[in-house]
């Protein structure tokens, strides 16, 4: 990589790559990977899970705002 830290990293939600990226790349933003929301949400979400409509929205979330402006506009 050139000497340089990558801009992002992605992973799942393992607490010691966590550690080890906030320790060792400082410039770095640590992300979580959309697999890993998309199959630990429903454990997260209880009721919400049923509403066809909440369900729907999440995931224009979450597939469809590929840069944070666009997010942020959606919200």
Known sequence: MGNHSPKTIMIDHDHAI????????????HRLCLWYISRTSP?????????????????KFMQGCEFEIKFEKTW
């Open 18 to 29: 966590s550690k080890e990226i906030g320790e060792n790349f400082h410039d770095s933003c």
């Open 43 to 59: 454990s997260h979400l209880g009721n919400l899970n049923r509403n066809a409509d909440f369900l729907a929205l999440f995931r």
